[in-house]
């Protein structure tokens, strides 16, 4: 890191707050959901079982270690804006956008897949919580996603990285929130037995 | 630069080896269905304050904000644990 480096990072503007603030209350909506998961669960333990042995850990074992390769290209990527780096960073923007598309056409696959095998959101228990949760999830994906494609083609210059520092923060930020909240989704929903 | 793009490699390495590890804890028989539950969840709350730590660098954010943060870990890691294991 130098200097301009530990400038940035020591003085977050007010917006980078505000993205906290925001970052923060969503993650606390998902809390719920992980609670209110582990009550169904233990509401309905039979239904939670069954449905766990129908998913595919392959898939979300996929998606996690893309989102997981995303989020290193997104926080590279922030770190290359600061160095002014603007090749580096415009490359690993398009990286971190690769494995967020990725990310959709596994959980399309995935969707898919259990819809054929004639799984929906009224099922069960189990499904209902599978499919609004992991459904909420990837609206939150889509727009992370929408952001990290708006950086890579609205601010390209140096002085355009410059003058939206905060704003590119706030958007790793933002994706570093979805892949988090997924780690805990994935070993929720398809780990924990 | 350099240090830092090496620190963010280690963490992707790190969190890469703990989803490893409990997808193949998941599949393994030989441990009783609590603790691999237990055990999983803790795993998983161990990569998301990595993230927080290190992707989202929350050591440089204010102190309520970091409270705030280590709080949802703590907090959101016992609260859900407690719940599973009702």
Wanted: hydrophobic residues 55%; neutral net charge.
């Amino acid at each position: 890191m130098n200097a301009a480096d530990d400038n940035l990072l020591e003085q977050r503007s007010p917006v980078e707050v505000g993205v906290w603030i925001f970052i923060l209350a969503d993650m606390c909506v998902f809390a719920m959901y992980f609670g209110v998961f582990a009550w169904d669960k233990h509401l309905h333990p039979e239904q939670f079982v069954q449905g766990q042995a129908t998913l595919n850990n392959g898939f979300g074992a996929l998606n996690t270690i893309v989102l997981l390769i995303s989020s290193y290209f997104m926080a590279s990527a922030v770190h290359a804006a600061r160095a002014q780096k603007i090749e580096v960073y415009a490359r690993l923007i398009r990286l971190t956008i690769v494995c967020g598309s990725a990310f959709l056409v596994v959980k399309t696959a995935e969707y898919t897949e259990k819809i054929s095998a004639g799984f929906h959101i009224a099922s069960n228990e189990f499904y209902r919580n599978y499919f609004s949760f992991t459904g909420f999830h990837m609206v939150h994906v889509i727009v992370g996603l929408s952001f990290v494609t708006y950086l890579l083609f609205s601010i390209r210059t140096s002085e355009q990285v410059r003058a939206n520092a905060s704003f590119i923060e706030g958007v790793g930020l933002y994706w570093h929130m979805v892949d988090l909240l997924w780690v805990v989704l994935f070993s929720l929903i398809y780990l924990v037995p | 630069m350099t240090l830092q793009k090496d620190r963010l490699f280690l963490v992707l390495t790190a969190l890469l080896g703990l989803t490893l590890v409990s997808w193949l804890a998941s599949s393994s028989l030989g441990l009783g269905r609590q603790t691999l539950g237990v055990s999983v969840l803790v795993l998983a709350f161990v990569k998301v304050r990595l993230i927080i730590v290190y992707y989202m660098e929350a050591s440089t954010v204010c102190r309520p904000i970091r409270v705030g943060l280590e709080g949802w870990v703590f907090g959101v890691a016992g609260a859900t644990i407690a719940l599973y294991l009702l």
